[in-house]
């Protein structure tokens, strides 16, 4: 119980210190008061020797930390590069990540000799892979924060400043590519597995679906389109071409099922989902947002298999504490990190309560617990959804149980489909039928919700102090029955 505590202090503080610097401007002084407080608070402790004072100064140790961490993480300005905003520039440098394709453009992580980043907003043609040389030219200027609807807005330098981008080139005309820069192999090597699957499943589905294969199998979304993009969104089902921590999490449920039903050992069955969760990271390419989102099923179907929540979500601390401090600016300011950590909380905590009060649904096809993880990840995401997005999709519930039944042996079949179409050409659509029966299945059940009357619903912009209060009823309830039901 002691060492639990101290975990509890190490992060809530620690994530404290990066929450608090990356809104307001913390300097040394403050850290060396905090310094000074957790130095008188240890004499205290030592005269009255309780182990409450201990804990408190391992909270205050964590929370100056926390503030040098994001203190060294923010990025320092260019002078040669901010004395040319707003100018035509012409800039080399390495393509660092792997090039967002876009309907109407790419745009391109560049990463210049001096180490600065650029965001080159470039044509759609532009032809640019992860590696190359590029030299552009375009206007240069800053990221620009942006409304994202009525009293919200989007702080769009921060999210840039994940990646380590500090600066924008648009009107780019054309990149031209110079030559090759240093490589990951290894991330090389997971971009054209990727390329590959997507080239298999172009073969063999038409689109929409084979676009929608792609977003649910590997989190791409250029295929997806624009009218079925915003059809998802509406009933609340655009989660699942993201490949999120719940999407995996569905698929290694669903496969430890099944190997179950075979009468598979447990560790044999562990082993073989946390396979699948790697395989599926590395079929995105090792983006960052698959890798976490791999991490966190990895975590919540360990608590589910384990029986033991409680190491779960120790587990989820230590992960989500370790990834904020390899990258402080994705705590506060990247959506995908927030709703990924909080998806996974939400399976930990409310699962177990959830699935009990759903005898009335069957456990065949492993339908009682797809309905609880549902409903477990939904309640846990929905207050930060609706804070970010002011949008409340009011089918959201009954479209997710309906979808999520079919979105694991979809990415099965639409993995088979790739393989076919990666074999066989046009000739693997004879073995992606059963994957397209499926995606039109899932794509119908959004069609279906998002014609209803009042699909999505506008809700007013609320402050962060009730987002927090709203949380901590959440999860604050939970732990009260947990320790009531102990007592029982």
């Known amino acids: 119980m002691t060492n639990a505590r101290f975990l509890w202090a190490i992060v809530f503080g620690f994530l404290t210190g990066i929450f608090l610097r990356s809104f307001a401007s913390l300097g040394f002084a403050f850290v060396g008061f905090l310094a000074l407080l957790a130095v008188a608070t240890l004499l205290t402790s030592l005269v009255s020797r309780k182990i409450e004072g201990v804990v408190i100064v391992i909270a205050l140790l964590a929370l100056g930390g926390g503030i040098l961490r994001m203190d060294a993480a923010i990025l320092i300005p260019n002078p040669a590069l901010t004395e040319k905003l707003g100018e035509e520039v012409?800039?080399?440098?390495?393509?660092?990540?792997?090039?967002?394709?876009?309907?109407?453009?790419?745009?391109?992580?560049?990463?210049?000799?001096?180490?600065?980043?650029?965001?080159?907003?470039?044509?759609?043609?532009?032809?640019?892979?992860?590696?190359?040389?590029?030299?552009?030219?375009?206007?240069?200027?800053v990221p620009e924060a942006f409304e994202t609807g009525v009293g919200r807005a989007f702080n769009y330098p921060a999210y840039l400043a994940k990646d380590g981008i500090s600066y924008e080139l648009a009107f780019v005309r054309d990149v031209e590519v110079i030559g090759r820069g240093a490589t990951n192999p290894v991330k090389i090597f997971a971009i054209w597995?990727?390329?590959?699957?997507?080239?298999?499943?172009?073969?063999?589905?038409?689109?929409?679906?084979?676009?929608?294969?792609g977003g649910i199998t590997v989190g791409d979304?250029?295929?997806?389109?624009?009218?079925?993009?915003?059809?998802?969104?509406?009933?609340?089902?655009?989660?699942?071409?993201?490949?999120?921590?719940?999407?995996?999490?569905?698929?290694?449920?669903?496969?430890?099922?099944?190997?179950?039903?075979?009468?598979?050992?447990?560790?044999?069955?562990?082993?073989?989902?946390?396979?699948?969760?790697?395989?599926?990271?590395?079929?995105?390419?090792?983006?960052?947002?698959?890798?976490?989102?791999?991490?966190?099923?990895?975590?919540?179907?360990?608590?589910?298999?384990?029986?033991?929540?409680?190491?779960?979500?120790?587990?989820?601390?230590?992960?989500?504490?370790?990834?904020?401090?390899w990258n402080p600016f994705i705590l506060a300011f990247d959506p995908g990190f927030q709703l990924s950590v909080l998806a996974t909380a939400g399976?930990?905590?409310?699962?177990?309560?959830?699935?009990?009060?759903?005898?009335?649904?069957?456990?065949?096809?492993?339908?009682?617990?797809?309905?609880?993880?549902?409903?477990a990840a939904q309640l846990a995401v929905l207050p930060l959804l609706l804070y970010q997005s002011g949008q409340f999709p009011l089918?959201?519930?009954?479209?997710?149980?309906?979808?999520?039944?079919?979105?694991?042996?979809?990415?099965?079949?639409?993995?088979?489909?790739?393989?076919?179409?990666?074999?066989?050409?046009?000739?693997?659509?004879?073995?992606?039928?059963?994957?397209?029966?499926?995606?039109?299945?899932?794509?119908?059940?959004?069609?279906?919700?998002?014609?209803?009357?009042?699909?999505?619903?506008?809700?007013?912009?609320f402050g962060a102090a009730w987002l927090f209060i709203v949380y901590v009823l959440l999860f604050g309830s939970v732990f009260y029955l947990k320790k009531e039901s102990g007592r029982g």
Do not use: C, Q
């Open 347 to 375: 399976l930990i905590a409310f699962t177990p309560i959830i699935v009990t009060r759903l005898k009335f649904i069957s456990t065949k096809l492993g339908l009682r617990e797809i309905a609880a993880t549902t409903f």
């Open 221 to 325: 979304k250029r295929g997806l389109g624009t009218e079925l993009a915003e059809v998802f969104r509406t009933v609340g089902l655009i989660h699942i071409v993201v490949l999120s921590g719940y999407n995996i999490m569905i698929v290694m449920e669903g496969l430890s099922w099944l190997l179950a039903w075979f009468s598979v050992h447990r560790y044999a069955r562990f082993g073989a989902t946390v396979f699948v969760a790697i395989f599926f990271a590395l079929m995105t390419g090792l983006a960052s947002a698959s890798v976490r989102a791999a991490a966190m099923a990895i975590i919540a179907v360990v608590g589910r298999m384990s029986g033991r929540m409680y190491l779960a979500s120790r587990a989820l601390a230590i992960v989500a504490a370790g990834m904020v401090a």
């Open 90 to 141: 012409t800039l080399e440098g390495i393509v660092f990540d792997e090039p967002d394709v876009r309907e109407a453009s790419v745009r391109i992580s560049m990463r210049l000799e001096s180490g600065a980043g650029v965001l080159v907003i470039a044509p759609a043609h532009a032809d640019v892979r992860y590696g190359d040389r590029v030299r552009a030219a375009g206007e240069l200027r």
């Open 395 to 461: 089918f959201s519930l009954p479209a997710n149980l309906l979808a999520l039944v079919a979105v694991p042996w979809a990415m099965l079949f639409s993995a088979i489909a790739a393989l076919g179409g990666i074999l066989l050409g046009s000739l693997g659509v004879i073995i992606a039928f059963p994957a397209y029966m499926l995606l039109a299945y899932i794509i119908e059940v959004g069609n279906l919700f998002a014609t209803l009357p009042f699909a999505s619903v506008s809700v007013p912009a």
């Open 193 to 213: 597995v990727k390329h590959t699957f997507l080239e298999g499943l172009g073969h063999a589905l038409p689109e929409p679906y084979a676009g929608l294969a």
